[in-house]
Protein backbone atom coordinates (compact mmCIF):
# COMPACT_ATOMS: atom_id res chain seq x y z
CA UNK A 1 0.00 0.00 0.00
CA UNK A 2 1.37 3.39 -0.44
CA UNK A 3 3.47 5.06 2.21
CA UNK A 4 2.11 8.21 4.07
CA UNK A 5 5.14 10.48 5.36
CA UNK A 6 6.99 9.60 8.66
CA UNK A 7 5.87 11.76 11.44
CA UNK A 8 9.23 13.51 12.72
CA UNK A 9 8.87 13.29 16.30
CA UNK A 10 11.69 10.47 17.77
CA UNK A 11 9.79 7.86 20.25
CA UNK A 12 10.38 8.31 23.76
CA UNK A 13 10.19 4.79 24.28
CA UNK A 14 13.49 3.05 25.35
CA UNK A 15 12.84 0.72 22.55
CA UNK A 16 14.25 2.43 19.79
CA UNK A 17 13.75 0.15 17.22
CA UNK A 18 9.16 0.83 17.45
CA UNK A 19 7.90 3.98 15.90
CA UNK A 20 4.44 4.86 14.81
CA UNK A 21 4.77 3.73 12.01
CA UNK A 22 7.66 0.84 12.32
CA UNK A 23 5.23 -1.68 11.67
CA UNK A 24 5.28 -0.74 7.31
CA UNK A 25 8.09 -2.77 7.56
CA UNK A 26 6.22 -5.72 8.24
CA UNK A 27 3.59 -7.73 6.22
CA UNK A 28 0.29 -5.90 6.88
CA UNK A 29 -2.69 -7.97 5.62
CA UNK A 30 -5.99 -6.93 5.45
CA UNK A 31 -4.95 -3.18 4.16
CA UNK A 32 -6.83 -1.70 1.13
CA UNK A 33 -4.95 0.19 -1.46
CA UNK A 34 -5.65 3.86 -2.07
CA UNK A 35 -5.43 4.78 -5.68
CA UNK A 36 -4.23 7.95 -5.31
CA UNK A 37 -1.55 8.42 -2.79
CA UNK A 38 -1.56 12.22 -2.62
CA UNK A 39 -5.35 11.95 -1.44
CA UNK A 40 -3.95 9.64 0.60
CA UNK A 41 -1.54 11.72 1.90
CA UNK A 42 -3.78 14.77 2.51
CA UNK A 43 -5.99 13.29 5.00
CA UNK A 44 -3.57 11.59 7.04
CA UNK A 45 -1.92 14.70 7.17
CA UNK A 46 -5.30 16.65 8.29
CA UNK A 47 -5.59 13.59 10.64
CA UNK A 48 -2.47 14.05 12.12
CA UNK A 49 -3.17 17.27 13.42
CA UNK A 50 -6.90 16.96 14.78
CA UNK A 51 -7.58 16.47 18.14
CA UNK A 52 -7.25 12.80 19.91
CA UNK A 53 -10.92 11.50 21.09
CA UNK A 54 -9.36 10.25 24.21
CA UNK A 55 -6.77 10.95 26.85
CA UNK A 56 -3.91 9.57 28.36
CA UNK A 57 -5.13 9.53 31.84
CA UNK A 58 -8.31 7.89 30.90
CA UNK A 59 -6.16 5.44 29.46
CA UNK A 60 -4.53 4.91 32.79
CA UNK A 61 -7.52 4.24 34.90
CA UNK A 62 -8.79 1.89 32.40
CA UNK A 63 -5.49 0.36 32.72
CA UNK A 64 -5.71 0.50 36.45
CA UNK A 65 -9.36 -1.39 36.32
CA UNK A 66 -8.21 -4.04 34.25
CA UNK A 67 -5.22 -5.12 36.48
CA UNK A 68 -8.28 -5.52 39.22
CA UNK A 69 -9.96 -7.32 36.87
CA UNK A 70 -6.96 -9.62 36.33
CA UNK A 71 -7.25 -10.03 40.07
CA UNK A 72 -11.22 -10.95 40.40
CA UNK A 73 -11.48 -7.84 41.91
CA UNK A 74 -13.87 -6.71 38.43
CA UNK A 75 -15.74 -8.13 35.54
CA UNK A 76 -14.95 -6.83 32.66
CA UNK A 77 -18.23 -6.12 30.06
CA UNK A 78 -17.06 -5.12 26.47
CA UNK A 79 -20.31 -4.91 23.98
CA UNK A 80 -21.40 -3.12 20.45
CA UNK A 81 -22.08 -3.62 16.97
CA UNK A 82 -19.72 -6.00 14.76
CA UNK A 83 -19.11 -3.16 12.81
CA UNK A 84 -20.58 0.82 13.22
CA UNK A 85 -21.55 2.46 10.00
CA UNK A 86 -21.52 6.38 9.48
CA UNK A 87 -25.58 6.41 8.77
CA UNK A 88 -25.96 4.47 11.92
CA UNK A 89 -24.47 7.69 13.70
CA UNK A 90 -28.20 8.77 15.49
CA UNK A 91 -28.77 9.64 18.47
CA UNK A 92 -31.62 6.87 19.47
CA UNK A 93 -29.18 4.05 18.63
CA UNK A 94 -26.38 5.57 20.73
CA UNK A 95 -28.51 5.89 23.49
CA UNK A 96 -30.14 2.42 23.54
CA UNK A 97 -26.91 0.68 22.82
CA UNK A 98 -25.98 2.76 26.03
CA UNK A 99 -28.56 2.20 28.01
CA UNK A 100 -28.49 -1.65 27.55
CA UNK A 101 -24.86 -1.86 28.04
CA UNK A 102 -25.57 0.12 31.65
CA UNK A 103 -28.21 -2.05 32.29
CA UNK A 104 -26.45 -5.43 31.68
CA UNK A 105 -23.59 -3.78 33.95
CA UNK A 106 -26.01 -3.16 36.94
CA UNK A 107 -27.50 -6.73 36.73
CA UNK A 108 -23.53 -7.86 36.66
CA UNK A 109 -22.49 -5.81 39.27
CA UNK A 110 -25.59 -6.80 41.82
CA UNK A 111 -25.44 -10.37 40.55
CA UNK A 112 -21.52 -10.69 40.94
CA UNK A 113 -20.92 -8.19 43.56
CA UNK A 114 -17.97 -6.82 42.16
CA UNK A 115 -17.78 -3.69 40.02
CA UNK A 116 -17.58 -3.91 36.28
CA UNK A 117 -15.31 -2.53 33.96
CA UNK A 118 -17.53 -1.24 31.33
CA UNK A 119 -16.32 -0.80 27.08
CA UNK A 120 -18.60 -0.60 24.52
CA UNK A 121 -17.07 -1.72 21.01
CA UNK A 122 -17.94 1.70 19.38
CA UNK A 123 -16.72 5.51 18.40
CA UNK A 124 -14.65 3.90 16.11
CA UNK A 125 -15.31 0.33 15.02
CA UNK A 126 -15.50 1.22 11.89
CA UNK A 127 -12.84 -1.39 10.17
CA UNK A 128 -13.68 -4.78 8.86
CA UNK A 129 -10.74 -7.64 7.99
CA UNK A 130 -12.73 -9.64 5.14
CA UNK A 131 -11.85 -13.33 4.55
CA UNK A 132 -11.43 -12.47 0.62
CA UNK A 133 -10.54 -9.69 -0.98
CA UNK A 134 -13.42 -9.30 -3.36
CA UNK A 135 -16.81 -10.11 -3.71
CA UNK A 136 -18.46 -11.83 -6.65
CA UNK A 137 -22.28 -11.45 -7.88
CA UNK A 138 -23.16 -12.83 -11.30
CA UNK A 139 -20.49 -12.13 -13.25
CA UNK A 140 -19.35 -8.74 -11.68
CA UNK A 141 -16.32 -8.77 -8.96
CA UNK A 142 -15.76 -6.06 -6.94
CA UNK A 143 -13.30 -5.43 -4.03
CA UNK A 144 -14.68 -6.23 -0.84
CA UNK A 145 -16.62 -3.70 1.77
CA UNK A 146 -13.94 -3.06 4.35
CA UNK A 147 -15.85 -0.99 6.82
CA UNK A 148 -16.90 2.65 6.50
CA UNK A 149 -13.54 3.48 7.45
CA UNK A 150 -12.06 2.08 3.53
CA UNK A 151 -15.02 2.11 1.27
CA UNK A 152 -19.03 2.30 0.92
CA UNK A 153 -21.26 -1.43 0.97
CA UNK A 154 -22.92 -0.37 -2.26
CA UNK A 155 -21.71 -3.26 -4.78
CA UNK A 156 -21.23 -0.57 -6.90
CA UNK A 157 -17.43 0.04 -8.46
CA UNK A 158 -17.34 3.44 -7.10
CA UNK A 159 -18.40 2.74 -3.91
CA UNK A 160 -15.66 0.05 -3.56
CA UNK A 161 -13.04 2.42 -4.18
CA UNK A 162 -10.97 2.64 -0.75
CA UNK A 163 -11.65 7.01 0.29
CA UNK A 164 -9.30 8.23 2.54
CA UNK A 165 -11.58 11.28 3.53
CA UNK A 166 -13.42 8.48 4.84
CA UNK A 167 -10.77 8.22 7.66
CA UNK A 168 -11.97 11.90 8.00
CA UNK A 169 -15.66 11.17 8.48
CA UNK A 170 -14.78 8.20 11.17
CA UNK A 171 -13.02 10.75 13.29
CA UNK A 172 -15.28 13.44 13.21
CA UNK A 173 -18.31 10.19 13.45
CA UNK A 174 -16.06 8.78 16.77
CA UNK A 175 -15.99 11.96 18.24
CA UNK A 176 -19.60 12.91 18.24
CA UNK A 177 -20.72 9.60 19.11
CA UNK A 178 -17.67 9.84 22.41
CA UNK A 179 -19.22 13.28 22.84
CA UNK A 180 -23.03 12.26 23.04
CA UNK A 181 -21.78 9.29 25.17
CA UNK A 182 -20.29 11.35 27.49
CA UNK A 183 -22.84 13.92 28.19
CA UNK A 184 -25.09 11.07 28.11
CA UNK A 185 -23.27 9.77 31.27
CA UNK A 186 -22.87 13.57 32.53
CA UNK A 187 -26.41 13.71 32.61
CA UNK A 188 -27.74 10.16 33.64
CA UNK A 189 -30.23 8.00 32.91
CA UNK A 190 -33.38 8.46 34.83
CA UNK A 191 -34.72 4.90 34.21
CA UNK A 192 -31.14 3.32 35.16
CA UNK A 193 -32.24 4.36 38.67
CA UNK A 194 -35.28 2.35 38.32
CA UNK A 195 -35.04 -1.42 37.14
CA UNK A 196 -39.15 -1.32 37.20
CA UNK A 197 -39.04 0.62 34.41
CA UNK A 198 -36.72 -1.24 32.15
CA UNK A 199 -38.42 -3.58 29.09
CA UNK A 200 -38.50 -6.29 31.03
CA UNK A 201 -41.64 -8.13 29.50
CA UNK A 202 -39.57 -10.76 27.68
CA UNK A 203 -38.59 -12.39 31.48
CA UNK A 204 -42.12 -14.00 31.27
CA UNK A 205 -41.61 -15.73 28.59
CA UNK A 206 -38.14 -17.89 29.84
CA UNK A 207 -38.05 -20.86 31.83
CA UNK A 208 -36.22 -19.13 34.50
CA UNK A 209 -39.36 -16.63 34.41
CA UNK A 210 -39.64 -17.18 38.30
CA UNK A 211 -35.74 -16.74 38.97
CA UNK A 212 -35.24 -13.42 36.64
CA UNK A 213 -38.05 -11.94 38.40
CA UNK A 214 -36.10 -12.07 41.55
CA UNK A 215 -33.53 -10.87 40.11
CA UNK A 216 -34.87 -7.97 39.25
CA UNK A 217 -36.76 -7.19 41.70
CA UNK A 218 -33.92 -7.74 44.08
CA UNK A 219 -31.82 -5.14 41.95
CA UNK A 220 -34.89 -2.41 42.44
CA UNK A 221 -34.90 -2.99 46.11
CA UNK A 222 -30.82 -3.02 46.37
CA UNK A 223 -31.29 0.60 44.86
CA UNK A 224 -33.91 2.05 46.59
CA UNK A 225 -32.41 0.67 49.83
CA UNK A 226 -29.01 2.19 49.59
CA UNK A 227 -30.44 5.71 47.93
CA UNK A 228 -33.20 5.62 51.42
CA UNK A 229 -30.43 4.85 53.14
CA UNK A 230 -27.30 7.28 52.00
CA UNK A 231 -30.49 9.90 50.63
CA UNK A 232 -28.19 9.87 47.48
CA UNK A 233 -28.62 8.73 44.03
CA UNK A 234 -26.82 5.47 44.17
CA UNK A 235 -26.27 5.04 41.06
CA UNK A 236 -25.07 8.41 40.23
CA UNK A 237 -23.51 8.44 36.28
CA UNK A 238 -21.81 11.34 36.91
CA UNK A 239 -18.81 8.87 38.94
CA UNK A 240 -19.33 5.64 36.12
CA UNK A 241 -16.93 5.23 33.77
CA UNK A 242 -16.91 4.04 30.22
CA UNK A 243 -14.44 3.35 28.21
CA UNK A 244 -14.01 2.58 24.12
CA UNK A 245 -12.62 0.31 21.86
CA UNK A 246 -12.06 -0.71 18.42
CA UNK A 247 -10.25 -3.37 16.46
CA UNK A 248 -6.83 -1.43 15.23
CA UNK A 249 -6.92 -2.66 11.77
CA UNK A 250 -6.21 0.50 9.58
CA UNK A 251 -2.92 1.47 10.77
CA UNK A 252 -2.60 4.09 8.69
CA UNK A 253 -5.62 5.55 10.90
CA UNK A 254 -4.18 4.62 13.81
CA UNK A 255 -0.50 5.51 13.25
CA UNK A 256 -2.51 9.21 12.36
CA UNK A 257 -4.23 9.30 16.01
CA UNK A 258 -0.67 7.90 17.65
CA UNK A 259 0.80 10.43 19.64
CA UNK A 260 3.12 11.54 22.62
CA UNK A 261 1.80 13.30 25.31
CA UNK A 262 3.48 16.04 27.03
CA UNK A 263 4.84 14.91 30.81
CA UNK A 264 4.10 11.38 30.07
CA UNK A 265 6.50 9.15 27.94
CA UNK A 266 6.17 6.86 25.50
CA UNK A 267 3.24 7.01 22.40
CA UNK A 268 -0.48 6.01 23.05
CA UNK A 269 -3.11 4.96 20.17
CA UNK A 270 -5.75 8.30 21.52
CA UNK A 271 -7.79 7.15 19.03
CA UNK A 272 -9.38 4.80 21.76
CA UNK A 273 -8.99 3.42 25.02
CA UNK A 274 -8.34 -0.08 24.48
CA UNK A 275 -7.34 -1.32 20.87
CA UNK A 276 -7.49 -4.74 19.80
CA UNK A 277 -5.93 -7.41 17.30
CA UNK A 278 -8.80 -9.37 15.37
CA UNK A 279 -8.01 -12.99 15.14
CA UNK A 280 -6.92 -12.75 11.49
CA UNK A 281 -4.24 -9.93 12.03
CA UNK A 282 -2.11 -11.15 15.02
CA UNK A 283 0.75 -13.14 13.30
CA UNK A 284 3.85 -12.69 15.44
CA UNK A 285 5.20 -10.93 12.78
CA UNK A 286 2.86 -9.07 11.29
CA UNK A 287 2.14 -5.54 11.07
CA UNK A 288 -0.57 -5.37 13.60
CA UNK A 289 1.27 -7.28 16.14
CA UNK A 290 4.17 -4.51 16.34
CA UNK A 291 2.07 -1.52 16.08
CA UNK A 292 0.18 -2.54 19.30
CA UNK A 293 3.02 -3.59 21.06
CA UNK A 294 4.68 -0.06 20.91
CA UNK A 295 1.69 1.78 22.01
CA UNK A 296 0.64 2.38 26.14
CA UNK A 297 -2.65 1.47 26.06
CA UNK A 298 -3.77 -1.74 26.99
CA UNK A 299 -4.63 -3.66 24.26
CA UNK A 300 -6.66 -7.14 23.62
CA UNK A 301 -6.01 -10.05 21.09
CA UNK A 302 -8.67 -12.12 19.80
CA UNK A 303 -7.39 -15.70 20.08
CA UNK A 304 -9.05 -18.51 18.08
CA UNK A 305 -8.83 -22.25 17.62
CA UNK A 306 -5.81 -22.62 15.94
CA UNK A 307 -3.58 -20.62 18.13
CA UNK A 308 -1.26 -23.20 19.52
CA UNK A 309 0.52 -22.23 23.28
CA UNK A 310 3.80 -21.53 22.23
CA UNK A 311 2.23 -18.95 20.14
CA UNK A 312 0.29 -17.42 22.84
CA UNK A 313 3.41 -17.41 24.81
CA UNK A 314 5.54 -15.99 22.35
CA UNK A 315 2.80 -13.23 21.39
CA UNK A 316 2.52 -12.41 25.42
CA UNK A 317 6.64 -11.77 24.96
CA UNK A 318 6.40 -9.59 22.14
CA UNK A 319 3.04 -7.45 23.84
CA UNK A 320 4.19 -7.53 27.34
CA UNK A 321 7.06 -7.86 27.74
CA UNK A 322 7.60 -6.41 31.34
CA UNK A 323 4.41 -8.26 32.24
CA UNK A 324 2.71 -4.95 33.31
CA UNK A 325 -0.55 -5.57 35.10
CA UNK A 326 -3.54 -4.57 32.92
CA UNK A 327 -1.96 -3.94 29.82
CA UNK A 328 -2.41 -7.92 28.08
CA UNK A 329 -6.32 -9.33 27.65
CA UNK A 330 -6.90 -12.46 25.65
CA UNK A 331 -9.85 -12.30 24.03
CA UNK A 332 -11.15 -16.00 23.36
CA UNK A 333 -13.57 -16.56 20.51
CA UNK A 334 -13.66 -21.07 20.20
CA UNK A 335 -17.24 -21.69 19.39
CA UNK A 336 -19.40 -23.92 22.00
CA UNK A 337 -18.42 -27.08 19.99
CA UNK A 338 -14.67 -26.48 20.15
CA UNK A 339 -13.96 -24.41 23.30
CA UNK A 340 -13.31 -27.75 26.05
CA UNK A 341 -10.75 -28.93 23.54
CA UNK A 342 -8.91 -25.67 22.65
CA UNK A 343 -9.08 -23.72 25.51
CA UNK A 344 -7.15 -25.91 28.08
CA UNK A 345 -3.94 -26.13 26.47
CA UNK A 346 -3.77 -22.59 26.51
CA UNK A 347 -5.02 -21.42 29.88
CA UNK A 348 -2.56 -24.09 31.56
CA UNK A 349 0.64 -22.61 29.31
CA UNK A 350 -0.38 -18.86 30.15
CA UNK A 351 -0.48 -20.32 33.73
CA UNK A 352 2.74 -22.64 33.83
CA UNK A 353 4.87 -19.67 32.79
CA UNK A 354 3.12 -17.30 35.48
CA UNK A 355 1.97 -14.34 32.79
CA UNK A 356 -0.68 -11.71 33.92
CA UNK A 357 -3.32 -11.40 31.10
CA UNK A 358 -6.95 -11.33 31.18
CA UNK A 359 -9.03 -13.79 30.54
CA UNK A 360 -12.30 -12.61 28.44
CA UNK A 361 -14.68 -14.56 25.95
CA UNK A 362 -15.91 -13.37 22.88
CA UNK A 363 -19.07 -16.22 22.76
CA UNK A 364 -19.97 -14.75 19.46
CA UNK A 365 -17.35 -15.14 16.61
CA UNK A 366 -17.01 -19.07 16.68
CA UNK A 367 -20.61 -19.15 16.83
CA UNK A 368 -21.69 -18.12 13.06
CA UNK A 369 -23.16 -20.01 10.65
CA UNK A 370 -25.80 -19.71 7.66
CA UNK A 371 -29.42 -20.59 7.88
CA UNK A 372 -31.21 -22.14 4.85
CA UNK A 373 -32.97 -18.69 4.19
CA UNK A 374 -29.79 -17.72 3.61
CA UNK A 375 -29.47 -15.55 7.09
CA UNK A 376 -25.57 -15.56 9.08
CA UNK A 377 -26.58 -16.30 12.59
CA UNK A 378 -25.64 -17.39 15.93
CA UNK A 379 -27.70 -19.31 18.13
CA UNK A 380 -28.84 -17.70 21.42
CA UNK A 381 -28.08 -21.74 23.10
CA UNK A 382 -24.41 -21.81 21.55
CA UNK A 383 -23.32 -18.14 23.10
CA UNK A 384 -24.77 -19.09 26.24
CA UNK A 385 -23.00 -22.70 26.10
CA UNK A 386 -19.60 -21.08 25.08
CA UNK A 387 -19.95 -18.38 27.64
CA UNK A 388 -21.06 -21.23 30.79
CA UNK A 389 -18.16 -23.40 29.30
CA UNK A 390 -15.57 -21.12 29.94
CA UNK A 391 -16.36 -20.12 33.28
CA UNK A 392 -16.42 -24.34 33.96
CA UNK A 393 -12.97 -24.66 32.00
CA UNK A 394 -10.89 -21.52 33.71
CA UNK A 395 -12.02 -22.83 36.92
CA UNK A 396 -11.11 -26.33 36.48
CA UNK A 397 -7.58 -24.84 35.12
CA UNK A 398 -7.05 -22.46 37.91
CA UNK A 399 -7.33 -19.64 35.70
CA UNK A 400 -10.01 -16.99 35.89
CA UNK A 401 -12.68 -15.47 33.52
CA UNK A 402 -12.52 -12.18 33.60
CA UNK A 403 -14.83 -10.47 31.66
CA UNK A 404 -17.23 -11.07 28.27
CA UNK A 405 -17.34 -10.10 24.75
CA UNK A 406 -20.05 -9.37 23.07
CA UNK A 407 -21.55 -7.90 20.08
CA UNK A 408 -25.13 -6.30 20.30
CA UNK A 409 -27.35 -3.20 20.26
CA UNK A 410 -30.28 -2.40 22.30
CA UNK A 411 -32.61 -2.39 19.31
CA UNK A 412 -35.48 -4.98 18.86
CA UNK A 413 -33.59 -6.76 15.85
CA UNK A 414 -33.52 -10.31 14.74
CA UNK A 415 -30.59 -11.48 14.03
CA UNK A 416 -29.17 -14.29 16.44
CA UNK A 417 -32.11 -17.21 16.52
CA UNK A 418 -33.15 -18.09 20.13
CA UNK A 419 -33.26 -17.14 23.88
CA UNK A 420 -36.48 -16.74 25.90
CA UNK A 421 -38.58 -15.56 23.04
CA UNK A 422 -37.13 -18.63 20.55
CA UNK A 423 -36.84 -16.36 17.79
CA UNK A 424 -36.66 -18.91 14.46
CA UNK A 425 -34.75 -18.80 11.56
CA UNK A 426 -38.10 -17.18 9.91
CA UNK A 427 -38.33 -14.50 12.77
CA UNK A 428 -34.56 -13.61 11.15
CA UNK A 429 -36.83 -11.67 8.10
CA UNK A 430 -38.77 -9.50 10.50
CA UNK A 431 -35.31 -7.36 11.29
CA UNK A 432 -32.43 -8.34 10.73
CA UNK A 433 -30.42 -4.72 10.15
CA UNK A 434 -26.62 -6.01 10.33
CA UNK A 435 -24.93 -5.63 7.46
CA UNK A 436 -21.89 -7.99 9.17
CA UNK A 437 -22.69 -10.12 12.04
CA UNK A 438 -25.64 -11.13 14.00
CA UNK A 439 -26.21 -9.20 16.95
CA UNK A 440 -28.04 -10.13 20.31
CA UNK A 441 -31.19 -7.65 20.31
CA UNK A 442 -31.80 -6.22 23.95
CA UNK A 443 -33.28 -8.68 25.20
CA UNK A 444 -30.73 -11.34 24.23
CA UNK A 445 -28.56 -8.86 25.88
CA UNK A 446 -30.36 -8.52 29.42
CA UNK A 447 -30.75 -12.13 29.43
CA UNK A 448 -27.16 -12.98 28.81
CA UNK A 449 -26.08 -11.04 31.90
CA UNK A 450 -28.55 -13.08 33.92
CA UNK A 451 -27.35 -16.18 32.67
CA UNK A 452 -23.75 -15.04 33.85
CA UNK A 453 -24.90 -13.93 37.37
CA UNK A 454 -27.05 -17.60 37.62
CA UNK A 455 -23.75 -19.01 36.39
CA UNK A 456 -21.75 -17.36 38.89
CA UNK A 457 -23.98 -17.88 41.80
CA UNK A 458 -24.43 -21.67 41.06
C1 LIG B 1 -15.01 -8.92 15.29
O1 LIG B 1 -14.75 -8.78 16.50
O2 LIG B 1 -15.97 -8.36 14.72
C2 LIG B 1 -14.18 -9.88 14.52
C3 LIG B 1 -14.00 -9.79 13.21
O3 LIG B 1 -13.67 -10.85 15.30
P1 LIG B 1 -12.51 -11.92 15.09
O4 LIG B 1 -11.27 -11.15 14.77
O5 LIG B 1 -12.48 -12.60 16.42
O6 LIG B 1 -12.97 -12.85 13.98
MN1 LIG C 1 -18.04 -9.36 14.26
Known amino acids: MNSPNVPAAVSASSDTSWRPDSWRARPAIQMPTYPDAGALES ?170 QRMVADIGSAVRFMETLAGVEVHNLNRIDFYTSHEALLLPYEEALTREVPRQSGWFNLSTHYPW ?37 RLIDVLNPDDEPGRLSFIHRMGAAQIAEKLPPLLEAVKRDGRRVLWVCDAMHGNTESTSNGFKT ?60 PRLNYEQSLEIAMLIVRKQRQ
Request: one cysteine or more; a negative charge.
Open 277 to 313: IGMRTAALDGAHVEYLRGVRNPIAIKVGPSVQPDQLL
Open 43 to 212: ALGELRKLPPLVTSWEIFALKKQLAEAQEGKRFLLQGGDCAENFDDCESGLISNRLKVLLQMSLVLVHGLRLPVVRVGRFAGQYAKPRSADTETRGDITLPSYRGDLVNGPAFTPQARVPDPQRMIRAHSRSAMTMNFVRALIDGGFADLHHPEYWNLNWVDYSPLASEY
Open 378 to 437: RRFDNIRSEVEQSFDLHAAAGTRLGGVHLELTGEDVTECTGGARELTDVDLERAYRSSVD
